[in-house]
């Protein structure tokens, strides 16, 4: 593969969809430059351009679901990239193995497409807050090597301190970009690492919900 073979926009980016090399299912789809591409391939990681950011970023940096590189191929045109990945964990930022997971019926099938209300009730459903709250418990109570949240814990306060402040940073900027799928990416990190700040000093979702009734 050259590089040199590949048609990158007028923003130096090129689509690349994310297919698992073993099921051949179609996980994600984000975009690359030029650099993020020599990174995938020198490392055999896939590191992405954020539109919202400006900025790289490593697929499981912060989740630990990162994808390992077995092939990389491009279409006719040039203009599109297939990585075909061993997946760790969910692709997608939702906790699902795919970004993939919802679909649109036909017309004549479907009253509606979407339901907010219906998916908040699953998320109820699933208590996925106690669940990820308990992991993150354990991961300090018995710290495992490899793992984001216990090596947050090693570093001390001051590392995920600091790491809310940029998420907190990176939702402001999602939200003024107007795009919908970094925001809910954006939102669920800083979720994720204000969960590990009320871990950490034995805040429990109990005590804040109770505060959110009591000002009903």
């Given at each position: 593969?050259?590089?040199?073979?590949?048609?990158?926009?007028?923003?130096?980016?090129?689509?690349?969809?994310?297919?698992?090399?073993?099921?051949?299912?179609?996980?994600?789809?984000?975009?690359?430059?030029?650099?993020?591409?020599?990174?995938?391939?020198?490392?055999?990681?896939?590191?992405?351009w954020?539109?919202?950011?400006?900025?790289?970023?490593?697929?499981?940096?912060?989740?630990?679901?990162?994808?390992?590189?077995?092939?990389?191929?491009?279409?006719?045109?040039?203009?599109?990239?297939?990585?075909?990945?061993?997946?760790?964990?969910?692709?997608?930022?939702?906790?699902?193995?795919?970004?993939?997971?919802r679909?649109?019926?036909?017309?004549?099938?479907?009253?509606?497409?979407?339901?907010?209300?219906?998916?908040?009730?699953?998320?109820?459903?699933?208590?996925?807050?106690?669940?990820?709250?308990?992991?993150?418990?354990?991961?300090?109570?018995?710290?495992?090597?490899?793992?984001?949240?216990?090596?947050?814990?090693?570093?001390?306060?001051?590392?995920?301190?600091?790491?809310?402040?940029?998420?907190?940073?990176e939702?402001?900027?999602?939200?003024?970009?107007?795009?919908?799928?970094?925001?809910?990416?954006?939102?669920?990190?800083l979720?994720?690492?204000l969960?590990?700040?009320?871990?950490?000093?034995?805040?429990?979702?109990?005590?804040?919900?109770?505060?959110?009734?009591?000002?009903?």
């Amino acid at each position: 593969m050259s590089i040199s073979n590949l048609k990158f926009d007028e923003k130096g980016l090129i689509p690349a969809i994310i297919q698992d090399a073993e099921t051949k299912e179609v996980l994600m789809m984000a975009y690359m430059n030029e650099e993020s591409l020599r990174n995938t391939i020198r490392t055999g990681r896939t590191c992405f351009w954020s539109r919202s950011r400006q900025e790289l970023w490593w697929k499981g940096e912060s989740s630990g679901n990162i994808q390992e590189v077995e092939e990389i191929d491009y279409d006719c045109d040039g203009d599109t990239l297939l990585l075909k990945v061993k997946q760790t964990g969910g692709a997608c930022h939702t906790g699902h193995k795919s970004c993939f997971y919802r679909g649109i019926k036909r017309e004549k099938e479907a009253e509606k497409v979407f339901d907010p209300e219906e998916v908040y009730k699953k998320a109820l459903d699933s208590d996925i807050l106690d669940e990820l709250y308990d992991v993150i418990k354990d991961r300090r109570n018995n710290p495992k090597e490899g793992s984001y949240t216990s090596s947050l814990y090693n570093k001390g306060e001051n590392a995920f301190l600091k790491k809310i402040g940029e998420e907190a940073t990176e939702v402001v900027m999602a939200a003024k970009e107007n795009d919908f799928g970094e925001i809910i990416y954006e939102v669920a990190d800083l979720f994720y690492h204000l969960l590990v700040m009320m871990v950490y000093y034995d805040v429990s979702l109990k005590d804040i919900f109770k505060e959110l009734e009591s000002r009903r």
